[in-house]
């Protein structure tokens, strides 16, 4: 089921300062910013050859990764996002085998224009997985 991983995510305190050091200091492509209101967060992609990183940026009151940065106030490891080719099927085999899929189990559109799904961290060796169909 799984493709690629399309990119790994990072919750991080302060999205300017993060974006500047991987920009200045280590020397990778960065993205504009973007704020995803629907998503509660802000982005900016860090692009590699091989994959992306995503750092993220509480954006409003109800961020979802509020509660994490007030655990981790430093930032940390957020989520791991897989390729899947359908995410309707993927979605179904994964509830069917106990996973629980997060929010109203509807795919939302994701920060590039595909649908996602998130997975409980608790069901996965206590890692959040998002999946994206491409
Ligand atoms: C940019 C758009 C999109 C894209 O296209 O790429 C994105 O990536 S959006 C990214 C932000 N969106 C999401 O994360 C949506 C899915 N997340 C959620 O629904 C929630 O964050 C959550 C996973 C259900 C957690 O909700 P929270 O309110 O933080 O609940 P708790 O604090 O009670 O956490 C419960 C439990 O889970 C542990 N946890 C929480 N987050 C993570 C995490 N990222 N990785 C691993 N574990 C996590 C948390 O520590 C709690 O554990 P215990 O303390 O042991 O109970
Ligand atoms: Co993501």
Do not use: W
């Amino acid at each position: 089921m799984l493709g690629r991983i399309n990119h790994i995510a990072i919750a991080v305190p302060d999205l300017a300062r993060a974006t500047a050091t991987y920009r200045d200091v280590l020397g990778a492509r960065v993205s504009q910013p973007q704020a995803l209101p629907e998503h509660g967060v802000s982005v900016v992609f860090v692009e590699l050859d091989n994959t992306k990183v995503e750092l993220l940026e509480p954006l409003g009151a109800d961020s979802p990764i509020r509660s994490f940065l007030e655990k981790a106030p430093t930032g940390g490891m957020h989520h791991i996002c897989y390729e899947v080719e359908d995410i309707l099927a993927a979605r179904d085999r994964l509830k069917a085998s106990g996973l629980r899929v997060l929010g109203d189990g509807n795919p939302k559109i994701g920060a590039h224009g595909k649908p996602v799904l998130f997975l409980h961290p608790k069901d996965l060796d206590g890692t959040l997985v998002e999946i994206e169909e491409v």
